[in-house]
């Protein structure tokens, strides 16, 4: 501690208070007379000084603290836990494919209603991580508006219900096809430009999307959004209390047993655990093929990929538009479980979500995905009481997340041969 | 003249307005991609707080008695810069300057989180409503008959075009003239070259924060004044145009910048006049798309050589 650390720390405690203290120690007040400023509650203006104290401190002690998290860092990216390639393990794999599979079967026997319902919604989130991670993991294209897909998917569904009374079973394809198609216009004008550029459009893309549903009243219903869509069945029986039309089964009847709300649950996760396993095979299986090899290559070096012969263009718009097509089907399953959809649902925030999902899981890595997925819908849950300060707290996880452990959680490795130096 | 042409020039008076104002916070975007080239998502929140700043300012000096307006908007501009020039101060030293020379999704993700940061916390300070202040500046000119439609400038509307030229010609002045300006270029045209020469890049990237952050709390003042409406989700749409507008004229140019502004302004003008404002936002990204599609630097951006 010398001298000068001793002013920085001086200097950047002034700063943090003329950051803070007017925002958080007054407040603006609307009044009849006009606009007045008032003293904020003494819990903001606490905040303040714990904030200047903090900053003083950590400035003060900066060099020995960043010798500490430099000794983690380091370690960190020398031999820091990272997942091995399937193709070095595979029976682990193999053996933790078949306990992950056991666990999802058993757990709506053995779990509570309102537990299996968050399952349900969890697999969701695994889903729409999975394939924003074939877009931006995997062929290191930056989409800020994915939540876009997801908001055609769930309004195929919702309108193909509502006007046409068309199943789940039946739209879940044509989500897909329709969310794939959207994809593969928007692609195809601008994955020719480059990744900052990309990201914007595709956000613009995005926030297009939702304020068109919020003003096409006559088919979307505008803000109101959709109601009432029904819920998936198995193989034509219903799983209401009464049946919707004359000719409908319900599921209880079928079976002779006594009608139970919780079957419902029980069947939407089951339906969500199957499309999930299936997202999961498809994108193992498109990664081993040429295709695949081509997105993590063109990620890596797109020029080395060009003079190599790979068309960037095609194979870029490839996993634009396969990344698509899975929130399209995550879209439709969404609409299917909530029976109501809007365009509050789709907002910017929700593609943040998505991408911070990829982002902490490690890009590229499924079950890092699948985990962070996990942990960012499970979370907010457990911690109800400080639901007010969740995004706020999101926000400061993607920044600190960035500067610690911008691999991510568990980053994937792959098997490689590298020259070895001198 | 017909009333057709009166109809027509308001939009574009209006167009000019809004999109000198984008320009000023595109400024901010297409300087920091000048230099660094990663985009500083929370630009926009930047902006949203110099309203807040200017709004504090100016309730707390109407609430001491002073109505001079010189005085009232003097104030304000100041106070505002100075907040917002320690806000994008410190965002570039907490969020980016820690990840520079990497991955370039990085320090673009870590920018959202900012964004999302700022956004929420000046949500949780000062609540999610909207805030509203009567207007300071009154009244306008007329031009046109005064029995059918007839074309109004504001004085506000003044007040922004004065104010915009003259922070474009400081900003001008201060890029070709001073010697901080001659480094800040010299960076944007190689900065490890310029970082050999003995230029502190350190410094004019800190700089090049700190008037992005100025230029988008004069557009704050401005905007909050012209709308006399506030909240916290603001920052997010304005800065998203600002970007396109940075974007259309092609990101790093700041001439590019101040045209792309006004193209923007204008075109959402005439189509919210025309057509419905609901839609102006889907047009303008649908602009952002077609321009890119023919030129994907954009207007005045130079085409960028990709080296191995």
């Not at chain 2, 000023?24 to 080239?37: C, E, N, P, Q, S």
């Amino acid at each position: 501690m010398s001298k000068s650390s001793f002013i920085d720390a001086l200097i950047a405690s002034v700063v943090m208070l003329i950051l803070t203290s007017w925002l958080l120690g007054l407040q603006l007040d609307n009044q009849p007379d006009g606009l007045r400023i008032i003293l904020n509650d003494a819990a903001h203006t606490t905040w303040v000084i714990v904030g200047v104290i903090l900053v003083f401190f950590t400035q003060l002690f900066k060099a020995p603290i960043s010798r500490v998290f430099s000794g983690i860092k380091s370690k960190g990216q020398d031999s820091g836990f990272k997942l091995p390639a399937p193709e070095e393990k595979p029976t682990l794999y193999r053996f933790l494919t078949i306990a992950a599979l056991a666990g999802l079967l058993i757990w709506p026997f053995v779990a509570s209603r309102g537990a299996v319902d968050l399952a349900t919604l969890t697999l969701i989130y695994v889903m729409l991580g999975l394939g924003l991670n074939v877009v931006v993991g995997l062929a290191g294209l930056l989409d800020l508006g994915y939540v876009g897909f997801y908001a055609v998917g769930a309004y195929t569904y919702g309108i193909l219900n509502t006007y046409f009374g068309v199943g789940f079973w039946t739209a879940l394809p044509i989500a897909g096809c329709l969310a794939a198609l959207f994809g593969f216009l928007l692609g195809f004008p601008v994955l020719r430009l480059r990744g900052d550029y990309l990201a914007i459009v595709t956000l613009g893309f995005g926030e297009i999307i939702r304020i068109m549903l919020n003003n096409m009243t006559d088919l979307t219903g505008g803000p109101n959004g959709i109601s009432q869509i029904d819920k998936p069945t198995l193989f034509g029986l219903e799983f209401n209390r009464r049946p919707s039309s004359d000719e409908a089964t319900l599921f209880h009847d079928f079976f002779g047993i006594d009608y139970s709300s919780t079957y419902k649950v029980i069947f939407v996760y089951l339906a969500a655990v199957l499309l999930v396993v299936l997202t999961v095979f498809v994108i193992n299986r498109l990664l081993r093929m040429p295709i695949g090899r081509a997105w993590e290559a063109l990620r890596e070096d797109e020029i080395a990929c060009r003079s190599l012969g790979l068309n960037p263009t095609i194979i870029k718009l490839s996993a634009f538009t396969i990344g698509a097509a899975f929130a399209g089907f995550a879209g439709s399953f969404f609409a299917a479980r909530q029976g109501f959809i809007s365009p509050e649902s789709f907002t910017f925030i929700e593609s943040a979500i998505i991408l911070a999902i990829v982002v902490l899981g490690g890009m590229g890595s499924q079950i890092g995905v699948i985990l962070a997925a996990i942990i960012m819908t499970i979370l907010p849950e457990m911690a109800r009481e400080f639901n007010e300060y969740r995004m706020l707290m999101f926000g400061l996880m993607m920044v600190f997340m960035m500067i610690w452990r911008p691999q991510g959680l568990l980053p994937m490795t792959r098997p490689k041969m590298e020259m070895r130096n001198g | 003249m017909s009333e057709q042409f009166y109809y027509f020039l308001q939009q574009i008076l209006n167009g000019v307005t809004i999109g000198s104002t984008y320009a000023l916070i595109a400024i901010g975007y297409t300087m920091v991609y000048g230099i660094i080239g990663m985009i500083n998502f929370a630009h926009g929140e930047v902006y949203m707080i110099g309203s807040y700043a200017a709004f504090f300012v100016l309730a707390g000096l109407a609430m001491l008695g002073i109505d001079s307006l010189v005085l009232l908007l003097i104030a304000a501009f100041a106070l505002s810069i100075m907040i917002t020039s320690a806000y994008g101060w410190s965002i570039e030293r907490v969020a980016y300057r820690p990840l520079r020379g990497g991955n370039r999704l990085i320090p673009l993700i870590s920018a959202i989180g900012m964004s999302i940061f700022l956004q929420n916390f000046v949500r949780l300070a000062q609540g999610s409503r909207d805030i509203a202040m009567p207007s300071l500046i009154t009244g306008g000119w007329t031009i046109g008959p005064a029995d059918a439609f007839n074309v109004t400038l504001s004085y506000m509307q003044v007040v922004i075009f004065v104010v915009t030229f003259i922070s474009m010609t400081v900003l001008t002045a201060f890029i070709s003239k001073s010697k901080m300006g001659r480094a800040c270029r010299a960076c944007a045209e190689d900065i490890g070259m310029a970082n050999l020469l003995g230029i502190n890049t350190n410094k004019v990237i800190s700089i090049t924060f700190v008037i992005g952050a100025a230029l988008a709390a004069v557009a704050g003042v401005l905007l909050s004044m012209y709308y006399g409406v506030i909240n916290p989700y603001l920052g997010f749409m304005a800065g998203l145009k600002a970007f396109t507008a940075a974007v259309l004229g092609g990101i790093g140019s700041i001439p590019g910048a101040v045209l792309g502004g006004l193209i923007l302004g204008i075109t959402e003008a005439i189509t919210a006049g025309y057509f419905s404002s609901e839609y102006k936002d889907v047009v303008s990204f649908g602009l952002l798309c077609f321009v890119l599609l023919f030129m994907p630097t954009g207007i005045l951006g130079k085409p960028e050589v990709e080296k191995v």
